[in-house]
Structures are given as C-alpha cells and as structure tokens.
C-alpha cells in the first residue's frame, strides 16, 4: 500500500503576523514530500512513526466528539495495526510543514465526507478545512492555525488576508531566462522546535512595545511583501524585505541562531542577500531573498542553499 504524495510548503510571509491578523502566503514545495505506506520489513523509522500513528488516532477519536470531522476509525485502526507509517522526505522542525504533509494524508485517507480537492473550493469550504487541520494539527504543535496541512492537501499557493479571510493565489510563474533573483532557504544545521518558539512570542505579546511594533512595522512590511510579490513587483519587494529583514533581526532574536545574527545583519548591510525566519525559528531553515543569486552564493558559501522560486 502506498497513498498520494503529500508536500511541504513554505510560509512566504506571514510568520508569526498571521497570529496577529497580518497577510501571508504560503507555496507548496515539491522538493520535498510523504506518502502513508506499509512494508513488510519496517526499519527503525517506521516502527517510530507507527508508534506516533497509534497516539495520533487516540487524539483524533477524543477531537470527533466536538463533531467537527469524522474518520474511519475502523479503517485507520487496522491499517495502523498492520504496520502502517509516514514516509516522508521532509525534515522535522526545518519549517517546512513536515506534520502538515502528515495530516493532510490522513484526512484524505480517513475522513468522511470530506471536502476534496476536486469540488468548488468556496471560501467557507476553505475555512472549514483550516479549521478541521487546525484541530488535527494541534497534536502536534499545542496550537496550529491549519494552514501547513491545508496547504499540503490542496497543492495550491495561498494567501492569507486574514484569519478568515484565504484564497488560493495565483502567483507570478517563473521563466528562468535572465533571471538572477531567488527565493532560497538556507539549511542552520539546527533542528527547531515550534512550541518553545511560539510560547516565546505569547509571552512577549504581553508586553505593549512587541505589541506595537507587531502591528506598526512588523505586520506593515509583511503585509506589502505579499502585495508586492503577487503584483510581480520586485523592486518594491526588495526595498519591503530589506525593512522585514531588519525588523526581524532587532525583535526576534530569540528565533533566530545565535550563529546566525551576524550573517543576518551582512545580508542587510551589503544587500547581497536579505534573511528571514521560515516558520517558527529556533533552527531549521532559514529564508532569503536575493536579486543576485550567484553574488548570495558567494557571500553564503559555507551554506547549503536550495532555491525555492527565481525572480
């Protein structure tokens, strides 16, 4: 048994904002990716998350009751007791929605009456999908907003106005002739955590500076970062980013690597590169931005990169 391919996505922009009501988008990365599977000789991997299946269907049976979704528990059960696990090349706490690729499997598989894929996705369809992935999702983070498995059960970019507020986005397509501009991520070598990561910024939510430089700069340029890059507008994007950039390094330290402070703030002064945080933070990958990616290369040459969208 093998299922449908399931990807990873990464958050464009919107980051911690989108708590806060700030725009984001989000894009599907096919680089990476996960399907459920059984073997018949599991290694050590998939006993693991076999393991981690068990606890998951135990969540999922206490969330029916608050009869949002409904799965086939008798389905799921005998899968999972025939071996059943997650197989998936997306690394865990990299920001990249490894656990969003998982729930959006397990609801195409095991939930009934689903919304699917194919049917006229209305805005409260959207809303309602988020809303079930939210739930699922939650086992894993302590609190998910939904929108890394919805993105990964679509395959769609999509943007966030607000809480309420999604649509998929149709974004500028890319033609690699003459173009030097890249979206890239940069591999810490760290593995993050969300859960410490986000109860760090709850915790600085109550302090009413964070709270208005949240609202007054930092969801102010997120917000004209999605605008611009929708509008293909990359100019602008570049002079935006460059301000996320800087905001991010002054107010989010604890997000990013201690080791990486100092190439974040090369990036800003020299603007051969512009970083920012890929999720939550605390490790895994980090994202940039660069209107030359050869020159970013070269400046970042002790680094993996992987190049996500050109410009």
Request: one cysteine or more; glycine letters at 10%; aromatic letters at 12%.
């Amino acid at each position: 048994m093998k299922g449908p391919l399931f990807y990873s996505k990464i958050l464009l922009f919107g980051e911690y904002g989108i708590i806060k009501d700030s725009k984001g988008l989000s894009i599907p990365y096919n680089f990476f990716k996960g399907a459920l599977k059984v073997t018949e000789n599991p290694d050590q991997e998939a006993i693991q998350s076999n393991e981690n299946l068990k606890n998951f269907a135990i969540y999922l049976e206490k969330i029916q009751n608050k009869g949002i979704v409904v799965f086939d528990f008798e389905k799921l059960h005998a899968d999972i007791n025939s071996g059943m696990y997650f197989d998936s090349s997306i690394p865990q706490g990299y920001g990249v929605g490894s656990s969003g690729a998982l729930v959006a499997a397990i609801y195409d598989k095991y939930g009934t009456n689903k919304i699917t894929v194919l049917e006229n996705l209305t805005r409260d369809k959207l809303l309602k999908l988020k809303e079930i992935f939210g739930l699922m999702e939650s086992f894993f983070h302590g609190k998910s907003s939904g929108l890394d498995p919805l993105n990964s059960y679509l395959s769609l970019p999509i943007l966030i106005h607000s809480k309420d507020d999604i649509e998929p986005a149709g974004i500028p397509s890319q033609s690699l002739e003459n173009k030097k501009g890249a979206v890239f991520l940069l591999d810490s070598g760290i593995v993050g955590e969300t859960a410490p990561m986000v109860s760090i910024f709850m915790e600085n939510m109550k302090q009413e500076g964070f709270r208005s430089m949240l609202k007054n700069k930092f969801v102010k340029y997120t917000d004209a970062c999605v605008d611009d890059f929708l509008k293909g507008d990359v100019k602008s994007l570049f002079s935006n980013i460059k301000e996320l950039s800087h905001v991010v390094l002054d107010n989010f330290k604890p997000m990013i690597p201690k080791q990486f402070h100092t190439l974040w703030k090369h990036g800003i002064e020299t603007n051969d590169y512009y970083l920012k945080l890929c999720g939550s933070g605390g490790g895994g990958y980090i994202l940039g931005f660069t209107q030359d990616f050869d020159k970013a290369q070269v400046s970042l040459k002790d680094y993996k990169l992987e190049v996500v969208y050109n410009f």
